[in-house]
């Protein structure tokens, strides 16, 4: 995803401004490259009197990440720079700029942000604020809003065979995978589109800002009770570990052990906690560590919760008695390599089991990142290689309007994987036409023929993204039986 922006070339320098609709967060230079940029402040202000609020950073560059950046504009002012038609902004946009600055440079960014705005607004009056109006413009801590976390349905809706993903919850629709962590230049929390995880279905519901749903105990305790739900899984659309989300976890383990269900929590993000461990084992609930790509997981490593740190922590998960599993994604149809072979045999070693996910193409820029080639993947098996080596033609079929799924495994996976019911090794995915459920180790593994465990979905019909405005969660409408 690409950073929305303009570029200011100057007398002072050449600028680069950001922006985003979530003012508590500093949008982060995209690509993160820091040595062809500087970081020197940022402006707030309104679009339409008491409306959204808006926020632009500001950088100074050497280098323009055009690759990162969707340019809107690509302007040059020099000293007798006009805005046109002139108005008073001075108290309608919250400049935040450092201490040390010339005047000469100060004055050069404030015409600039002065026009800019003067160009991103529709009319004149659309860069004002109230009298006395104040905008939050930084974030240490996502706030809690009022808006109720609620089970929602999942997997199961369209695959029968899914025991875990019937009842799901997530304290937040936004991924921390976009938020990037305090750094010396900025102490803070920053925004970056560009950190998701590159094969991440959930994608297109994952938008800012990174704001977390109140956890009401009794509202879920009714839901429970009312469903008779025996597990819970937490993580469907966002990844819910990380410690931001530390107190609704614990709450949600102490009720399931007041009403005698299990918590299935899906994460890259979670850290070994003592308490967290004790809770999880009192409970039988299972937590479960997504293994995949660094290079494919921007967002996951900035925090330091790179594949090492999920294997580590799920070593210790385990070794203080809790059920802990390893999800790993890797391509179905390719041989696993010394790495991943490396992967299995120690997990295995400490009794992990390993739940394989066949790696989806969502994209061919996913394809590409993979060293694939879009067009070959999807290609008919059966035409002549004219090179007369192995080929991956034909290896995926395509699902809907841009996405791969695998239509075979590799014979080494199939090895292990068996009736699908083993202790330390089984499939959770699609492969061909069969579709293999491994109840993520909580239950027996399951495996069947496509035509009866999936429900058709209606690929033809875009989903209804929420409201960008009020930022109200919806439910994506997924295709009916």
């Known amino acids: 995803m690409k950073s929305i922006g303009a570029v200011f070339r100057t007398n002072s320098g050449t600028f680069v401004h950001l922006y985003t609709d979530v003012p508590e967060y500093r949008h982060a230079f995209p690509g993160g490259d820091e040595k062809s940029s500087r970081y020197v402040g940022y402006a707030v202000y309104r679009k339409g009197l008491g409306g959204q609020k808006r926020r632009l950073d500001i950088y100074r560059v050497s280098k323009i990440p055009f690759e990162s950046l969707d340019v809107r504009r690509d302007l040059v002012f020099n000293e007798s720079m006009k805005l046109g038609k002139e108005y008073d902004l001075k108290k309608s946009i919250f400049y935040f700029l450092p201490k040390g600055l010339d005047k000469k440079t100060i004055a050069q960014i404030r ?16 860069a ?21 976390a609620k089970i929602t349905g999942g997997k199961a809706d369209f695959n029968t065979l899914c025991l875990t993903g019937q009842y799901n919850l997530d304290w937040s629709f936004s991924c921390i995978s976009h938020l990037v962590p305090p750094t010396a230049e900025y102490p803070h929390l920053s925004w970056s589109p560009s950190q998701q995880c590159s094969y991440c279905y959930a994608a297109r519901s994952n938008w800012p800002p990174l704001r977390i749903r109140a956890f009401d105990g009794k509202f879920l305790e009714e839901k429970i009770t009312q469903e008779g739900i025996r597990i819970i899984r937490v993580g469907k659309v966002a990844d819910q570990g990380h410690r931001f989300f530390y107190e609704h976890n614990m709450q949600l383990l102490q009720l399931a052990e007041k009403l005698d269900f299990r918590v299935l929590i899906v994460t890259k993000f979670l850290d070994f ?43 210790r998960y385990k070794d203080s008695g809790v059920n802990a599993v390893c999800r790993l994604v890797r391509e179905a149809p390719i041989a ?41 993947l999807k290609m008919n098996p059966r035409q002549l290689n004219f090179f007369g080596q192995p080929s991956d033609q034909g290896t995926y079929m395509q699902e809907g309007s841009n996405s791969l799924l695998p239509s075979i495994i590799h014979p080494d996976y199939e090895t292990r994987v068996g009736d699908n019911n083993s202790e330390l090794f089984r499939v959770c995915g699609h492969i061909g036409d069969d579709v ?24 033809s019909k875009k989903p209804n993204i929420r409201n960008r405005k009020d930022r109200k969660q919806k439910k994506l409408p997924f295709g009916k039986e």
């Open 273 to 315: 906690d003592k308490n967290m461990a004790k809770m999880l084992k009192r409970t039988n609930s299972t937590v479960q560590f997504s293994i995949g790509y660094d290079s494919m997981e921007p967002g996951a490593a900035v925090w330091g919760c790179t594949n090492g740190f999920r294997i580590e922590n799920a070593l």
């Open 436 to 459: 293999l459920c491994g109840s993520c180790f909580m239950a027996s593994g399951k495996m069947s023929d496509a035509e009866s465990t999936r429900r058709p979905v209606n690929y």
């Open 111 to 126: 015409k600039n942000v002065r026009a800019d705005v003067d160009i991103y607004s529709a009319d004149k009056t659309n």
């Open 336 to 376: 696993p390599d010394t790495k991943t072979l490396e992967i299995i045999a120690n997990l295995n070693a400490h009794r992990i089991p390993v739940l394989f996910t066949p790696l989806r193409m969502p994209s061919r820029g996913v394809a590409e990142q993979m060293g694939r080639v879009w067009t070959t």
């Open 128 to 148: 004002t604020t109230k009298p006395g109006d104040s905008i939050d413009c930084f974030c240490d801590t996502p706030q809690i809003i009022e808006s109720l």
